[in-house]
């Protein structure tokens, strides 16, 4: 938008192009729409992983 903030499904085309190691142009030419949604569960489910892992080690650390 004008203030530069990327709308989610586009900055999540910029995250996986990154990590496959190709533009945004290439990925959306080479990948199916139903790759593309599966990539995108995946990342999903990393991220939440990720803040959960975080959760439980901030819970351990205030136990401590």
Do not use: C
């Not at 945004?24 to 803040?51: C, H, P, Q, Y």
């Amino acid at each position: 938008d004008s203030r530069g903030r990327i709308a989610p499904e586009r900055r999540f085309y910029f995250q996986l192009a990154r990590e496959l190691g190709m533009t945004v142009s290439e990925l959306l030419d080479r990948m199916t729409a139903s790759e593309l949604t599966e990539w995108a569960a995946l990342f999903s489910l990393e991220n939440s992983e990720r803040e959960q892992a975080a959760n439980r080690a901030r819970s351990k650390a205030k136990m401590g």
